[in-house]
């Protein structure tokens, strides 16, 4: 092993280097902080990282650890950047120590990365597809918390810095670890510092939603190095014994890139340098014959793996004996630096140019000799990244049938660590290896680095495995085409679809596409319905002998089936398959499914007005969940708890509700798909609550992550209603046109459809389209499932009653609030929430003082800000009309506080417009943007509280005096008042300028 002679001088990096400082002061004094380095290739942001940590270790006790993340295929490679640091801390620590800090179940959790921690052998092979799994219900929750508990022992000896280079590259796994770690880290002394690209990124990177997540955080700071100026050019070239007056030249046209920098001062001469990748192997042609053959070859393998051990390099190079001697020059020259026990590119581009350039018999020789040692030695690799560096190499190798068994075997490792999204890829990757003949050779005593060399499964095996992969990452689209390929192979095997155990494995096929058509905004009741026909009926007699497997498919299939017509309103026929379903599946003793069928169960009682008997459901459905380890149908029963805590009017419990079902989903890889739906149940709590910008917070976050189209549907709906809530009419409308076009013009699911028409309904009245509110309120009134759905019924005949209002004198209002009169006195309000909302509609629909007030008292008892304002504001317009003005004020002054607060401009204006017009005091808010004008506005409208003129006010403000016209106009629509004077009026009793 080689060290470098002497590391260039790092330039220009004071004040980056400063705020790193500070910011490593405050995380050992104040907490845990995380920084995000950014900035272009080449920009220089590992150069002052190493500047940093070097020292840091210089002249203080902390420790850095580092992880990079991979280039080619970092799919492959779940939590890379994360096994390498913890790595380098275990060999700092040692093994003991290691153990005694992580405990029994941490060790089992790392072993996988630290198998000296666990004797416990790790087979590579994929397990059949067709024989369930037997998985760790917890296995990725608890390899979180291992890491966290490691870093945060580590960091009570000294404080550390966990370093993750090159985040644009980073898995998923990855990628939500970083985010676990950065929201759960409490012991001082933690930094976490991430390198990554601000450019050359397409709009749809997953970096830019894990940068808004981690950014929303709070303890999150940015630094992003500046390009060098032309004088730490100059100074550059000085240091390195070069003619700085080239530093111009090399300054134009670098553009204070450090890395083209150093690029075209190695090319030398006048001429313009050719592009970039032959700048950067300037100084790789420069090296001697021998020393560019161990560069190029470290290329073959730094593609795959970003750093090549020195053992590796040498098994592939065994004919170089002065291969030390050659590694120093490349060193030198800056193309290598060490790395731990290898080496690694100075730069990615560097390394991706250096291997581009290699002839494609070459390359393809390199990788089959590193597949070759790594098959031969597998201790040459840590053995999480064996199978899928093997893939990798085979496959750039034009090895087929090696590359597709280390494929699957890799997917297998990503689906044990909970990675569903890279599992996806590799079973991708293995489908698309799958050779023309359909039957793959066998295995390869080589291919399998000490593992059993059997053939891969069949094609419609792996198709089925990445359509449930696809389930759990959130990929419906890509899912329900692996599966329909599934089936089809399915439909052609010789023994046909009526042997049972062809039977049984279509009807679950039918059951996973079932699932994904739903998540992409599709009914999917024809597959259900399918797969349930496809098995015969199980005997429900309790001493019948039948045959268990059959039994337990059967079940889950009803519990399934069971579930999907309950969210598409289907009641009756959804209690009687949840009732056989779970007497079923108690019989067949799966918990799963019993836990599936409960759900259903539990939604049916809180339905009907039994919210005891639907948390005791619930309960019982989350034990059961978690003994089987079935992640989603866990997260599926957090969400009808919520839901339950919401009907019971226990918005405060349905949020905590929800952010423990968020975070166990997140946990469980399910972040991007089931728990999207607990992210909207969230932000829908949050909304009934007050607290608008956690609310939108918890849907951005959730909406980042791609999730499936009806998932994205909901999340749109609950940013609609928020902007709508907040007077920004035009984003409501887009979300809410967004929305519609995601679900298919067929889809009855009137759990997720309702809101959705409330909204429309709403943006149309806020818009002042009133022909197209009247047809949304006919069309809501025709669904004869209405009234299945109170809950979210309730809601819409209140917008509907406003909508009626609005539309008088036209005759069509007539016969709407007909139907909505008949609508509120038959719906059933079983529980409190139902209960406010039919006190509101009586509210509306009377002009007595009594019904105001109950719509008050039973908003108040809720604690729900917006709809409780609304009915104190028709309170106080009721006070007034019997002249009792004192409790009109008072009422005004509570509405305009909630108002105020929440913010609710609307309803702000309201109040305001109210007290002018009756000369009532209320408690100003903060200046005129309680009114939701610019700060431009608030200056024209003191000027005309003042009398001035237009032509006054754009002397003043110097602006013409149409500009201020526009002001003016804008100003009085926003206040709804048709004059200058009533402006003026409402501004004095606002006591806005005072």
């Given at each position: 092993?080689?060290?470098?002679?002497?590391?260039?001088?790092?330039?220009?990096?004071?004040?980056?280097?400063?705020?790193?400082?500070?910011?490593?002061?405050?995380?050992?004094?104040?907490?845990?902080?995380?920084?995000?380095?950014?900035?272009?290739?080449?920009?220089?942001?590992?150069?002052?990282?190493?500047?940093?940590?070097?020292?840091?270790?210089?002249?203080?006790?902390?420790?850095?650890?580092?992880?990079?993340?991979?280039?080619?295929?970092?799919?492959?490679?779940?939590?890379?950047?994360?096994?390498?640091?913890?790595?380098?801390?275990?060999?700092?620590?040692?093994?003991?120590?290691?153990?005694?800090?992580?405990?029994?179940?941490?060790?089992?959790?790392?072993?996988?990365?630290?198998?000296?921690?666990?004797?416990?052998?790790?087979?590579?092979?994929?397990?059949?597809?067709?024989?369930?799994?037997?998985?760790?219900?917890?296995?990725?929750?608890?390899?979180?918390?291992?890491?966290?508990?490691?870093?945060?022992?580590?960091?009570?000896?000294?404080?550390?810095?966990?370093?993750?280079?090159?985040?644009?590259?980073?898995?998923?796994?990855?990628?939500?670890?970083?985010?676990?770690?950065?929201?759960?880290?409490?012991?001082?002394?933690?930094?976490?510092?991430?390198?990554?690209?601000?450019?050359?990124?397409?709009?749809?990177?997953?970096?830019?939603?894990?940068?808004?997540?981690?950014?929303?955080?709070?303890?999150?700071?940015?630094?992003?190095?500046?390009?060098?100026?032309?004088?730490?050019?100059?100074?550059?070239?000085?240091?390195?014994?070069?003619?700085?007056?080239?530093?111009?030249?090399?300054?134009?046209?670098?553009?204070?890139?450090?890395?083209?920098?150093?690029?075209?001062?190695?090319?030398?001469?006048?001429?313009?340098?050719?592009?970039?990748?032959?700048?950067?192997?300037?100084?790789?042609?420069?090296?001697?014959?021998?020393?560019?053959?161990?560069?190029?070859?470290?290329?073959?393998?730094?593609?795959?793996?970003?750093?090549?051990?020195?053992?590796?390099?040498?098994?592939?190079?065994?004919?170089?004996?002065?291969?030390?001697?050659?590694?120093?020059?490349?060193?030198?020259?800056?193309?290598?630096?060490?790395?731990?026990?290898?080496?690694?590119?100075?730069?990615?581009?560097?390394?991706?140019?250096?291997?581009?350039?290699?002839?494609?018999?070459?390359?393809?020789?390199?990788?089959?000799?590193?597949?070759?040692?790594?098959?031969?030695?597998?201790?040459?690799?840590?053995?999480?990244?064996?199978?899928?560096?093997?893939?990798?190499?085979?496959?750039?190798?034009?090895?087929?049938?090696?590359?597709?068994?280390?494929?699957?075997?890799?997917?297998?490792?990503?689906?044990?660590?909970?990675?569903?999204?890279?599992?996806?890829?590799?079973?991708?990757?293995?489908?698309?290896?799958?050779?023309?003949?359909?039957?793959?050779?066998?295995?390869?005593?080589?291919?399998?680095?000490?593992?059993?060399?059997?053939?891969?499964?069949?094609?419609?095996?792996?198709?089925?495995?990445?359509?449930?992969?696809?389930?759990?990452?959130?990929?419906?689209?890509?899912?329900?085409?692996?599966?329909?390929?599934?089936?089809?192979?399915?439909?052609?095997?010789?023994?046909?679809?009526?042997?049972?155990?062809?039977?049984?494995?279509?009807?679950?096929?039918?059951?996973?596409?079932?699932?994904?058509?739903?998540?992409?905004?599709?009914?999917?009741?024809?597959?259900?319905?399918?797969?349930?026909?496809?098995?015969?009926?199980?005997?429900?007699?309790?001493?019948?002998?039948?045959?268990?497997?059959?039994?337990?498919?059967?079940?889950?299939?009803?519990?399934?089936?069971?579930?999907?017509?309950?969210?598409?309103?289907?009641?009756?026929?959804?209690?009687?398959?949840?009732?056989?379903?779970?007497?079923?599946?108690?019989?067949?003793?799966?918990?799963?499914?019993?836990?599936?069928?409960?759900?259903?169960?539990?939604?049916?009682?809180?339905?009907?007005?039994?919210?005891?008997?639907?948390?005791?459901?619930?309960?019982?459905?989350?034990?059961?969940?978690?003994?089987?380890?079935?992640?989603?149908?866990?997260?599926?029963?957090?969400?009808?708890?919520?839901?339950?805590?919401?009907?019971?009017?226990?918005?405060?419990?349905?949020?905590?509700?929800?952010?423990?079902?968020?975070?166990?989903?997140?946990?469980?890889?399910?972040?991007?798909?089931?728990?999207?739906?607990?992210?909207?149940?969230?932000?829908?709590?949050?909304?009934?609550?007050?607290?608008?910008?956690?609310?939108?917070?918890?849907?951005?976050?959730?909406?980042?992550?791609?999730?499936?189209?009806?998932?994205?549907?909901?999340?749109?709906?609950?940013?609609?209603?928020?902007?709508?809530?907040?007077?920004?009419?035009?984003?409501?409308?887009?979300?809410?046109?967004?929305?519609?076009?995601?679900?298919?013009?067929?889809?009855?699911?009137?759990?997720?459809?309702?809101?959705?028409?409330?909204?429309?309904?709403?943006?149309?009245?806020?818009?002042?389209?009133?022909?197209?509110?009247?047809?949304?309120?006919?069309?809501?009134?025709?669904?004869?499932?209405?009234?299945?759905?109170?809950?979210?019924?309730?809601?819409?005949?209140?917008?509907?009653?406003?909508?009626?209002?609005?539309?008088?004198?036209?005759?069509?209002?007539?016969?709407?609030?007909?139907?909505?009169?008949?609508?509120?006195?038959?719906?059933?309000?079983?529980?409190?929430?139902?209960?406010?909302?039919?006190?509101?509609?009586?509210?509306?629909?009377?002009?007595?003082?009594?019904?105001?007030?109950?719509?008050v008292t039973a908003w108040r008892a809720l604690a729900h800000p917006h709809p409780l304002a609304e009915a104190l504001l028709r309170a106080a317009d009721a006070a007034l009309a019997t002249g009792e003005r004192t409790a009109a004020e008072e009422f005004l002054r509570e509405a305009d506080a909630l108002a105020t607060a929440l913010p609710a401009p609307a309803l702000t204006r309201h109040a305001a417009?109210?007290?002018?017009?009756?000369?009532?005091?209320?408690?100003?808010?903060?200046?005129?943007?309680?009114?939701?004008?610019?700060?431009?506005?608030?200056?024209?409208?003191?000027?005309?509280?003042?009398?001035?003129?237009?032509?006054?006010?754009?002397?003043?403000?110097?602006?013409?005096?149409?500009?201020?016209?526009?002001?003016?106009?804008?100003?009085?629509?926003?206040?709804?008042?048709?004059?200058?004077?009533?402006?003026?009026?409402?501004?004095?009793?606002?006591?806005?300028?005072?």
């Amino acid at each position: 092993m080689i060290t470098p002679s002497r590391p260039a001088p790092l330039l220009a990096r004071s004040a980056e280097l400063r705020a790193l400082a500070d910011a490593h002061a405050h995380a050992c004094a104040a907490g845990p902080l995380t920084v995000l380095v950014g900035g272009e290739a080449g920009i220089g942001k590992t150069r002052l990282v190493e500047e940093f940590t070097t020292h840091l270790a210089a002249h203080t006790d902390t420790r850095a650890y580092l992880g990079g993340c991979l280039a080619l295929g970092a799919d492959s490679l779940p939590y890379a950047p994360f096994a390498a640091l913890l790595r380098a801390l275990a060999r700092e620590f040692g093994t003991p120590w290691t153990a005694g800090a992580l405990g029994p179940a941490g060790r089992r959790a790392l072993a996988p990365w630290l198998p000296e921690l666990d004797g416990t052998p790790h087979p590579h092979a994929l397990d059949d597809p067709r024989t369930p799994p037997a998985p760790d219900p917890h296995g990725r929750s608890r390899l979180f918390d291992a890491v966290r508990t490691l870093v945060e022992a580590a960091a009570a000896h000294h404080p550390v810095v966990l370093v993750v280079e090159d985040l644009h590259w980073a898995d998923t796994s990855s990628r939500d670890l970083l985010l676990y770690l950065a929201r759960t880290l409490t012991r001082p002394g933690v930094l976490l510092l991430a390198t990554h690209r601000s450019t050359d990124l397409p709009d749809d990177h997953p970096l830019h939603p894990l940068l808004t997540a981690l950014t929303r955080l709070g303890p999150v700071r940015r630094v992003d190095p500046a390009p060098l100026r032309r004088a730490d050019v100059a100074r550059w070239l000085a240091d390195h014994g070069l003619d700085p007056a080239r530093a111009e030249e090399i300054h134009r046209r670098s553009q204070g890139n450090p890395l083209f920098v150093e690029a075209l001062a190695d090319a030398g001469g006048p001429a313009t340098p050719v592009p970039l990748r032959d700048l950067l192997l300037t100084a790789l042609r420069e090296l001697p014959d021998a020393a560019r053959q161990v560069v190029r070859a470290a290329s073959a393998a730094c593609v795959v793996e970003d750093t090549v051990g020195h053992r590796l390099l040498t098994a592939v190079l065994p004919d170089h004996a002065d291969l030390d001697q050659w590694l120093r020059q490349a060193v030198e020259r800056r193309l290598l630096q060490p790395d731990g026990d290898g080496y690694r590119f100075r730069h990615a581009l560097l390394r991706a140019a250096v291997h581009e350039d290699l002839l494609p018999g070459e390359r393809a020789r390199l990788h089959a000799a590193y597949a070759r040692a790594l098959a031969a030695d597998p201790a040459l690799a840590a053995p999480d990244r064996l199978d899928a560096a093997l893939a990798a190499h085979w496959h750039a190798a034009g090895d087929r049938p090696r590359a597709l068994a280390a494929a699957a075997r890799a997917a297998d490792r990503a689906r044990r660590a909970h990675a569903y999204a890279e599992q996806l890829a590799l079973l991708e990757r293995v489908l698309d290896l799958w050779p023309a003949d359909g039957h793959p050779a066998g295995g390869h005593p080589d291919t399998d680095a000490g593992t059993d060399a059997a053939a891969p499964p069949e094609r419609a095996d792996v198709a089925a495995a990445a359509a449930r992969a696809a389930l759990d990452a959130g990929q419906a689209l890509r899912g329900i085409a692996h599966a329909t390929t599934a089936l089809d192979l399915l439909d052609t095997t010789p023994t046909g679809p009526a042997a049972p155990p062809a039977a049984a494995r279509r009807a679950l096929l039918l059951e996973t596409r079932s699932l994904l058509k739903h998540r992409a905004g599709q009914d999917g009741l024809d597959d259900l319905r399918e797969a349930v026909r496809a098995l015969p009926d199980t005997p429900t007699a309790p001493d019948t002998p039948t045959d268990a497997p059959a039994v337990a498919v059967r079940a889950r299939l009803l519990a399934t089936l069971a579930s999907r017509l309950w969210v598409l309103t289907h009641h009756h026929e959804a209690l009687g398959h949840a009732e056989t379903a779970l007497h079923l599946a108690r019989r067949a003793g799966d918990p799963g499914v019993q836990a599936l069928a409960l759900a259903t169960l539990a939604a049916h009682a809180s339905h009907t007005g039994n919210p005891h008997q639907a948390r005791a459901h619930c309960d019982t459905a989350a034990r059961l969940a978690a003994e089987a380890g079935d992640d989603d149908t866990a997260a599926l029963v957090a969400v009808v708890a919520c839901v339950t805590h919401k009907a019971d009017g226990r918005y405060e419990d349905a949020a905590t509700a929800a952010r423990h079902g968020l975070d166990a989903a997140r946990r469980a890889g399910l972040a991007g798909s089931r728990g999207a739906v607990l992210a909207a149940v969230l932000a829908d709590a949050l909304t009934h609550l007050g607290h608008h910008d956690q609310a939108r917070t918890a849907a951005e976050d959730a909406l980042a992550l791609d999730p499936p189209p009806l998932y994205r549907a909901v999340l749109l709906t609950c940013l609609g209603t928020l902007a709508l809530t907040a007077d920004d009419t035009g984003a409501a409308t887009e979300a809410a046109a967004h929305a519609e076009r995601l679900l298919t013009p067929h889809y009855t699911g009137r759990e997720f459809l309702l809101p959705l028409h409330d909204l429309q309904l709403r943006t149309a009245l806020a818009t002042g389209d009133h022909t197209r509110a009247a047809h949304l309120l006919r069309t809501a009134l025709a669904d004869p499932h209405l009234a299945d759905h109170p809950a979210l019924a309730w809601p819409l005949a209140h917008t509907g009653l406003f909508t009626a209002q609005a539309l008088h004198p036209d005759p069509v209002a007539a016969g709407l609030t007909t139907a909505l009169t008949a609508l509120v006195e038959h719906l059933p309000a079983p529980g409190p929430l139902q209960q406010a909302h039919r006190a509101s509609c009586r509210a509306l629909l009377s002009t007595e003082a009594a019904a105001q007030h109950a719509a008050v008292t039973a908003w108040r008892a809720l604690a729900h800000p917006h709809p409780l304002a609304e009915a104190l504001l028709r309170a106080a317009d009721a006070a007034l009309a019997t002249g009792e003005r004192t409790a009109a004020e008072e009422f005004l002054r509570e509405a305009d506080a909630l108002a105020t607060a929440l913010p609710a401009p609307a309803l702000t204006r309201h109040a305001a417009r109210l007290a002018a017009r009756h000369r009532l005091t209320t408690t100003a808010p903060e200046g005129a943007q309680g009114l939701g004008l610019t700060p431009r506005e608030t200056d024209v409208l003191r000027l005309v509280a003042q009398g001035h003129s237009n032509r006054a006010i754009g002397e003043a403000l110097f602006i013409s005096a149409k500009t201020a016209g526009v002001h003016v106009s804008n100003i009085l629509a926003k206040l709804a008042v048709t004059s200058r004077t009533e402006a003026a009026a409402l501004a004095h009793h606002r006591r806005l300028f005072d």
